[in-house]
DNA sequence: AAGCCGGGGTG
DNA sequence: CACCCAGGCTT
């Protein structure tokens, strides 16, 4: 096909630099569709007889929350969270319907709350309209959907030819060209070269397909690390393998070094065992989940008696406890110490609740669980191992608790 | 374009 | 440890 309507005339060499580059081709898809028809994965939100979680037609409420709930996350951690979520709320009006306070109980531990905040806000509106809009566009609309899941869900619920652009298709495509600019640069670049799939038959018959086939290839073969270029659909087509530089590709400009903050939190107990918990703000980190109150993160670490005008309760008898807890932000380092005391019976402070443990510790963030081994006596193990990985072979020792 | 926003799997 | 993951939103 014509880019830019330059293919039908030759380009005088002299006024080359000056015109826009041809998009690249890629690579024909048959292949690639016949490779997934044999050894596509089994996926609770793919529709098929495989699986049998989704028979007959695509659901666009299921898509779109399978699609949600893999930003940024791994079909790993995803699986047994996604069936729990679905059987909490089965269709878009159930989740429209639903308190925030549950929509934030059942994330828990999903990170990345913006996610849910938008969620919650994108079923409400489409309850309101009636239905999922079935275009691009019109899912762009929407709280939380983007280019990629806009494109995604467009082309798995309903058909449409278009290819999102994820971490996956970055990978394959700059590999399959030999893209040697680094991410997030590159994208400018790769996702024209994407979209041209969509220029042959067999892709524009079965688009759903071949974006989850682009993915899947992405995910077992075209991996970050140690590519099986051997099992490849397209080993024959692809620029990198050829040059043998695939394990390099894509490039990546480096990020920011991550900084170190540190907080303390105190955890007062009411005579009948209850927890004095209270909202984050309702934007920003971990926005609009709960927590333990404390000191502010800061640079600095806190003693015990600095802290002591952020504590939740005037005039009680705070300990502080042995021990740091520890978390990992994308771009944050966080110490933690933790403080107790027991409180009287009473009203809680304003913004705050006295919550039973039980309830309370499963909302939780990761971050603000990493605290509860500190505990005297301790209340809970900190964050579960994954279901997926019952037997946790490896890591004896766990996370977060430093000396 | 760059920074913010979680948490876990993996080599 | 570092890197990555079916990214979106804000500045």
Partial sequence: MAVGGLASAPVPPSLAPVLPAAIPTPPPAGPLLAWYDRHRRTLPWRAGPATGAMPGEPDPYRIWL????????????VGPRYAR?????PDVQALAEAPWEDVAAEWAGLGYYARARNLHAAAKAVAGRGGFPDTEA???????????????IAAIAFGRPTVPVDGNVERVVARLLAIREPLPGARRLIAPIAARFMEQAEPRARPG???????????????????????????????????????????????????????????????AGRLLLRHRPPEGLLGGMLEIPGAPWREAPWSLEEAL????????????????????????????????????????????GWMEPAVALAALPTAIRRLLPLADPPLAEGPEPMASRPSGARGARKKGIRA
């Fill in 66 to 77: 399978s699609e949600v709930m893999l930003q940024q996350t791994t079909v790993a951690a």
């Fill in 309 to 352: 005008p952020h504590a939740p309760l005037p005039g009680l008898a705070w300990a502080l406890r042995p021990g740091l807890a520890h978390h990992g932000f994308t771009h944050m380092d966080l110490d933690m110490r933790l403080a107790e005391a027991s409180a009287p019976a009473g009203p809680a402070p304003p913004g705050m």
């Fill in 138 to 152: 019109g899912l762009r609309e929407l709280p939380g959907i983007g280019a990629y899941t806009a494109a995604a």
């Fill in 209 to 271: 397909d071949f974006v989850q086939a682009l993915f899947d290839l992405g995910a077992t073969l075209c991996t970050p690390r140690r590519p099986a270029c051997a099992l490849c659909p397209w080993r024959g087509d692809c620029e990198a393998q050829r040059q043998g530089i695939q394990e390099s590709l894509p490039a990546k400009t480096p990020k920011a070094a991550r900084k170190q903050r540190h907080g303390l939190h105190f955890l007062a107990r009411d005579p």
């Fill in 85 to 89: 979520f679905l059987a909490r709320f």
